[in-house]
């Protein structure tokens, strides 16, 4: 671009259009996150469309106002030497890495969002703090996306030259009066970033936070595509604490709601072993024996082994992740503590004396133990194993031969679920242990032997997904001539559900949608039923099975009492979903946003909140409940019996 074409304008000018250019750039980005989600979000009209995407030019401006704040503030304070080359070279590269960064941020969740459904948060830092291999899986993650990278570039490009195509004219003369018009200009447009910033010039206006997203759309799982990254990660940056709620007296709201269980069994407690197998992204939707009534009954799914195992386990058809994360999972399976708003060993309240079936068990003699192939150290599993009473850890450091490793993620889980049966039974009985696979995960891969052997299906998951279920399948073939197996109690679960391909499963409830099975090869614990059954379910449901005697904290309930009052909860970008009998309630905390029959809609197509009075006000009722108690006793510290 020759000089000849840029155009000089007052400084204010120049502001006002970058500022403009940064808007156009930030729904440039909503376009191009919604194309690259567009099945997530095909239920949407033109008219829908168009209001979300009016609705999040007001989170736009808040983020690159914040983005900006000293970029504006360097631009508009009344003194001439703003005007010098030298002074505006530096204000256009604050400008220009500042809003790359941001602009950055947007591109990572075209990507990325697929795979957890929100809009990044502070919480993927920690999250990933841990991992050895950083440098590795952003080289991969850039090689399988290799063509947002090449557009980012693209985009950077054009940013650059359309901020370069004006430019500030030459210094003014320096008046008192034209002193005093730039000081009230000065504070005139600080006055318009506080509004901005704040979404509203109103008194009663609180500063904007990514619920005010569900303003703009029907249903709650839209609302990432109302927001922008960088909102969500400036607005997360320091997570509010929670605070205590009195929805109920304390006699009313444990006659609803108690998460102290209390065994009643008279029988002797029978020390079985106890295993957990947690496998990486392992949806119900993968699974053929869980889905046999799919595409007119020819659903074969990717897992023949599971679908063997499944038929000789208890298990129900309906089986939920309390979250889309791994970093959620442990808690929820091993703990009973589910995350609510914010992964719990990431929150303020992870430092809360807690329980787990590991030391509960190990308190009664058991040895404990944790398997999961990765460098020792990923995700913070060793951190949260070790805070959870489990005394021995095994991962990629123990196992001790690279030659195994699958050069991103940890050792391949043929081999290493193999290394864990030989571990296993150099343990003496009774044991608890719980493996977490590391295969089926991006990017991916198969080892190379195995390449071509299992069905790729419509998604890039599901083939690496037939080599996990093959391992798995080895796994009990070893550990079956095993003397400890047939006196072991099995538990197979998903730590979270992936993307989704078929419609039934593209629902709120399918993106939590998992398989959890209860195997016990020495007993008739099989079967299956339509009783809810999520993962902070899984810890309850095995110490009652075991007649585990003592009192004990967990969110969760027994799959195997009679009781029908159960519920199901998980939360994702701060909306509740809460699953109680038929229906599925999606609600912020405050008011009911949806309400669906997940008996007669399974493909959650009409929202009857307000419409169902008597069921909305029942779940709101025991909503409250777990609210109340989950929010006071993270507040005092009472994640315990004692």
């Known amino acids: 671009m020759s000089r000849t074409n840029i155009r000089s304008t007052s400084i204010y000018l120049a502001l006002i259009y970058r500022l403009l250019l940064l808007m156009v750039m930030y729904s440039l980005c909503r376009l191009g996150f919604y194309l690259t989600n567009r099945s997530l979000f095909n239920h949407l009209d033109f008219g829908e469309l168009t209001y979300v995407f009016l609705g999040g030019l007001k989170f736009d401006i808040a983020s690159l106002l914040y983005l ?10 009344p003194f001439p030497f703003r005007y010098r080359n030298g002074y505006q070279r530096f204000c256009q590269w604050l400008f220009v890495v500042s809003n790359s960064i941001g602009i950055l941020a947007n591109f990572i969740d075209f990507a990325y ?43 950077i490009y054009g940013f650059i030259k359309l901020y370069q195509w004006i430019k500030v004219q030459a210094t003014p003369k320096f008046t008192w009066q034209v002193y005093l018009a730039q000081t009230l200009a000065f504070i005139l447009i600080l006055g318009f970033c506080v509004i901005g910033m704040r979404g509203g010039w109103r008194h009663s206006t609180r500063p904007i936070t990514l619920s005010n997203a569900g303003d703009f759309v029907k249903s709650p799982n839209d609302m990432s595509l109302v927001l922008n990254t960088p909102f969500t990660i400036m607005k997360t940056i320091q997570s509010a604490n929670l605070k205590p709620v009195y929805y109920y007296s304390e006699q009313t709201l444990d006659s609803l709601y108690y998460p102290i269980h209390k065994p009643e069994h008279k029988a002797p407690f029978n020390k079985l072993n106890v295993v957990f197998l947690i496998i990486e992204s392992l949806g119900k939707e993968h699974v053929g024996a869980l889905n046999k009534d799919l595409l007119n009954g ?45 992964p719990f060993v990431l929150s303020t ?13 190990g308190d009664e003699g058991y040895e404990t133990a944790f398997f999961h192939g990765a460098p020792n150290g990923s995700m913070g599993f060793s951190a949260y194993t070790n805070l959870a009473g489990i005394k021995k850890y095994f991962g990629k450091n123990e196992y001790n031969n690279d030659a195994d490793f699958d050069g991103i993620w940890g050792i391949w889980d043929e081999p290493f679920m193999q290394y864990m049966a030989k571990t296993i039974n150099t343990f003496k009985q009774p044991f608890f242990t719980a493996f977490f696979s590391v295969s089926s995960h991006h990017p991916f891969k198969v080892p190379e032997k ?21 391992a798995i399948g080895k796994f009990f073939a070893t550990a079956s001539k095993m003397p400890w197996f047939k006196n072991t109690l099995f538990v197979l679960c998903a730590d979270h559900a992936t993307v989704s391909y078929l ?81 599925l309630m999606m609600h912020n905390g405050k008011k009911a946003l949806a309400l669906y029959d997940l008996k007669n809609d399974r493909l959650n197509k009409t929202n009857l909140v307000d419409q169902r009075p008597e069921i909305q006000q029942n779940m709101e009722k025991y909503l409250k409940a777990f609210i109340q108690q989950y929010d006071n006793r993270m507040i005092k510290d009472q994640l315990t019996a004692k």
């Open 503 to 583: 419609p039934e499963y593209k629902t709120v409830a399918g993106d939590f949608s998992i398989p959890i099975l209860f195997y016990y090869p020495g007993g008739d614990l099989k079967g299956r039923t339509d009783k809810m059954i999520q993962q902070i379910d899984i810890m309850p449901t095995v110490l009652n099975y075991l007649n585990y005697d003592k009192p004990y904290f967990a969110f969760g309930f027994d799959a195997f009492s009679p009781q029908k009052n159960n519920f199901v909860v998980n939360n994702n970008d701060g909306t509740f979903s809460f699953y109680l009998g038929d229906y």
């Open 450 to 470: 195995y390449a071509g052997k299992f069905p790729k299906g419509p998604l890039p998951v599901q083939e690496p997904m037939g080599y996990t279920d093959m």
């Open 349 to 361: 309240y992870s430092s809360n004396k807690t329980t787990s079936i590991a030391k509960l068990l």
């Open 298 to 342: 020819q659903y074969k799914g990717y897992t023949p082994f599971i679908d063997s195992l499944a038929a000789q386990s208890f298990t129900s058809t309906r089986t939920y992740a309390n979250g889309r994360k791994s970093i959620d999972a442990l808690p929820s399976i091993i703990s009973g503590i589910p995350s609510i708003r914010e």
């Open 113 to 155: 969002y697929k795979y957890t459904l929100k809009r990044t948060t502070t919480s993927v830092f920690s999250q990933f703090s841990n991992e050895q291999n950083k440098l590795k899986l952003t080289f991969d993650f850039l090689i399988d996306y290799w063509y947002l990278l090449i557009f980012f570039i693209l985009f």
């Open 68 to 77: 900006n704040s000293l970029y504006i503030v360097l631009q508009a304070i």
